[in-house]
């Protein structure tokens, strides 16, 4: 499975953009790059994923680059309830190889 | 959709005793439950993977005879904490993979987690 490098932690005003990174250099070809959170005592829950392109959904887009060795998750309009920890996940599909391992990932801290 | 159940969701045992956590896909069919543990300050590791019908695998130090899956059917799997010690205490949390989605891509959903505590 692929490596990924989180900051610890990060600072976020309510109401702004946040900006997630993770490096993923280690990614193979048919990996793809999920991210997932996890409120506090609670069980994680899926936010998105994407293999080569952008990806955008109701909760968050994700950017990948060209060369797949990063990703950026970004939350457009931060609230409050966003405070928790993300986990950038490389992983392959399948039931077979649907492992998902969890590193440390990114305390991301919603201010008002 | 996609709702995932854990029941129960703390539980507070005697060292010694055995504990069954039940976890449940509500409104979908999931060939596949993942089990994973979260000690306190640290991320989920998993533990095991199940499939319906088939004999549980798990990872790399994790006793298969002290932790007992059973995956009977498609809403269903369990786990069994057995002679329960307090360094089994900790966050317990499954996951379940929807049927014929998880051929694409790995989307899994996860239970709320139950809280077990041996005294």
């Known amino acids: 499975d692929a490596k990924t490098t989180q900051p610890p932690s990060m600072d976020c005003a309510e109401g702004r953009a946040a900006n997630l990174p993770c490096n993923h250099s280690t990614i193979s070809g048919n990996e793809y790059v999920y991210w997932y959170r996890q409120i506090h005592s609670q069980g994680p829950q899926y936010i998105i994923h994407g293999l080569k392109n952008n990806e955008t959904n109701e909760m968050a887009s994700l950017i990948i680059t060209e060369d797949r060795k990063s990703s950026t998750l970004i939350l457009p309009h931060a609230t409050l309830r966003d405070t928790a920890v993300y986990y950038c996940i490389p992983s392959r599909g399948g039931t077979s190889y649907g492992k998902l391992t969890f590193g440390q990932g990114t305390i991301l801290t919603v201010h008002p | 959709g996609a709702v995932v159940s854990q029941h129960p969701s703390w539980v507070i045992c005697k060292s010694g005793t055995s504990v069954k956590i039940e976890c449940r896909s509500l409104d979908f069919q999931a060939t596949t439950m993942f089990w994973y543990r979260q000690f306190p300050k640290q991320s989920l590791m998993l533990m095991a993977t199940s499939n319906e019908g088939s004999k549980a695998t798990y990872e790399q130090g994790v006793e298969k005879d002290k932790f007992l899956i059973n995956h009977a059917s498609l809403t269903l799997s369990t786990l069994t904490v057995t002679s329960a010690h307090p360094e089994d205490s900790s966050f317990y949390i499954c996951?379940?993979?929807?049927?014929?989605?998880?051929?694409?891509?790995?989307?899994?959903?996860f239970g709320p987690g139950t809280r077990l505590t041996v005294l």
């Open positions: 996951s379940a993979s929807l049927l014929g989605l998880a051929i694409a891509y790995n989307e899994q959903f």
